[in-house]
């Protein structure tokens, strides 16, 4: 129930493209979902982030869409960029302000 | 901008000896963490530290870890008796409230 289910393992997309990342979770008590982004060898980024009382929230190029009914929220990048290739993060906040993560999205952006 | 460091970079140790790494989290942060990505796998929580005390630990963090405050700057992770299976990347985290929190660029330990 501590989980969090991420999706796909990796994604490549045209420059230019969308990019979607999708995540679920079971856990009802879960309060806050942050995106975070990797570069290799670097920490993990926060890239933006949702409380579950709004389905939507948008910075630029990148949105979140939180469906609370299904558990379920993801990311969207739009105009996909090659500076954009990482390593992608879903995570939610669970008891003692701690980060569940996801497994991981690596997403690569062709030019 | 403020940013969480964290020393070393790289530290190779032998199997059964003690580390110590080193985080210097964001000044007016009152929320400490630990985390570790083992290669090519998800960041796992550790523990989370406040008011001098653990707020809470994951079941990873057992007595072979310890984690201390020992001055107003830093946050310190002691890995006693190490083991091959400790090998990972490990972070650490603050927060200035139970709000977003900000990772550091990692300590990468390898056992040997």
């Known amino acids: 129930q501590q989980q969090v289910k991420q999706s796909p393992q990796s994604l490549i997309v045209q420059k230019g493209g969308i990019s979607i990342i999708n995540c679920a979770y079971e856990?009802?008590?879960?309060?806050?979902f942050p995106w975070y982004q990797q570069f290799p060898g670097k920490g993990p980024a926060l890239l933006i982030a949702?409380?579950?009382?709004?389905s939507e929230k948008k910075e630029g190029r990148f949105t979140i869409s939180f469906n609370k009914s299904a558990k379920q929220f993801s990311l969207h990048i739009m105009d996909s960029q090659p500076g954009d290739s990482a390593t992608y993060f879903c995570?939610?906040?669970?008891?003692?302000?701690?980060?569940?993560f996801g497994a991981g999205t690596i997403l690569r952006v062709k030019s | 901008e403020p940013e969480v460091t964290q020393t070393p970079s790289h530290q190779v140790t032998q199997m059964g000896q003690e580390v110590i790494l080193r985080c210097v989290p964001i000044s007016n942060h009152l929320y400490f963490y630990w985390y570790r990505q083992i290669l090519g796998q998800k960041v796992e929580f550790l523990v989370s530290f406040y008011n001098n005390e653990i707020s809470e630990k994951s079941e990873i963090f057992d007595d072979q870890f310890s984690v201390e405050r020992p001055d107003g700057s830093n946050f310190t992770l002691k890995i006693r008796s190490t083991k091959l299976e400790d090998s990972a990347m490990y972070f650490c985290?603050?927060?200035?409230?139970?709000?977003?929190?900000?990772f550091g660029p990692g300590t990468r330990l390898l056992v040997l």
């Open positions: 995570a939610a906040r669970g008891g003692g302000n701690k980060l569940v």
């Open positions: 949702i409380r579950p009382d709004v």
């Open positions: 985290a603050s927060s200035r409230d139970k709000g977003t929190q900000y």
């Open positions: 856990n009802t008590a879960f309060d806050y």
